[in-house]
């Protein structure tokens, strides 16, 4: 079975911090993501790796960053936190294959006080 | 652009009564789509897909899918649920290069009756 795993459950953090949200997955996908899900709205992409050292900005990049050294490891990056960054983040893995399905990780809820 | 609209924000249904969650998405060539669900406090757990070919799908825990092109729909069903299905409901179709992103609906909160 693939498993992503992701570095907290919840995670309470201050204004102005510096944020690190780490994920790790083990079937050796190409393909990495970052959502953050919020009540009505769904889940919205933050960032996209489809190689070591590649990403791409998706739908909310504002305020985040990301890296990705290791195949297996995809990290978020909250340069600065602030309260409108309170939220659920879950990242994903996928096969780089038309249309390859998605696995996700158990999420990590963030609260920025 | 793709997008996914799922009319219900949330439906009550009793137990061993039958369901259909809505899902209608945007997308003019054939598209991918899947259905996900996500239980309090969990990720997100594959339940079907579908890309082509029959346009029934069937998933995991009983629930099946119809790809309706004319609709442009891809309802989810369920004959009977069980309590354990009270859960919330994302459909989501494939995007950009390769079809290898994900855009989500805004989900479906299911409650289940005793």
């Known amino acids: 079975d693939v498993k992503v795993t992701q570095s907290s459950r919840y995670l309470v953090k201050r204004t102005g911090e510096k944020v690190f949200l780490e994920c790790v997955q083990d079937?050796?996908?190409?393909?990495m993501f970052w959502y953050r899900q919020d009540p009505g709205l769904g889940l919205r992409l933050i960032y996209f790796?489809?190689?070591?050292?590649?990403?791409e900005k998706g739908d909310i990049p504002e305020g985040y960053s990301v890296s990705r050294e290791k195949k297996e490891r995809f990290s978020l990056i909250l340069e600065s936190a602030s309260t409108n960054q309170t939220s659920m983040y879950l990242c994903?893995?996928?096969?780089?294959?038309?249309?390859?399905?998605?696995?996700f990780g158990p999420g990590t809820r963030l609260t920025v006080t | 652009a793709q997008s996914v609209t799922q009319p219900d924000i949330h439906i009550t249904v009793s137990e061993g009564a039958s369901l259909e969650l809505r899902c209608n998405y945007s997308y003019g060539a054939t598209p991918y789509l899947f259905w996900y669900v996500q239980s309090p406090g969990q990720g997100l757990q594959l339940l079907l897909k579908?890309?082509?070919?029959?346009?029934l799908v069937q998933g995991i825990k009983g629930f099946e899918a119809e790809f309706k092109r004319s609709q442009s729909s891809f309802n989810l069903r369920k004959p009977s649920v069980h309590w354990s299905d009270a859960a919330e409901y994302f459909c989501?179709?494939?995007?950009?290069?390769?079809?290898?992103?994900?855009?989500f609906g805004t989900g479906t909160r299911l409650l289940v009756s005793p």
């Open positions: 079937m050796d996908h190409e393909n």
């Open positions: 994903a893995s996928s096969p780089r294959r038309v249309g390859g399905e998605q696995y």
């Open positions: 989501a179709v494939g995007a950009g290069t390769g079809f290898q992103k994900l855009v």
């Open positions: 579908y890309f082509s070919g029959d346009t």
């Open positions: 790796s489809y190689d070591v050292k590649m990403k």
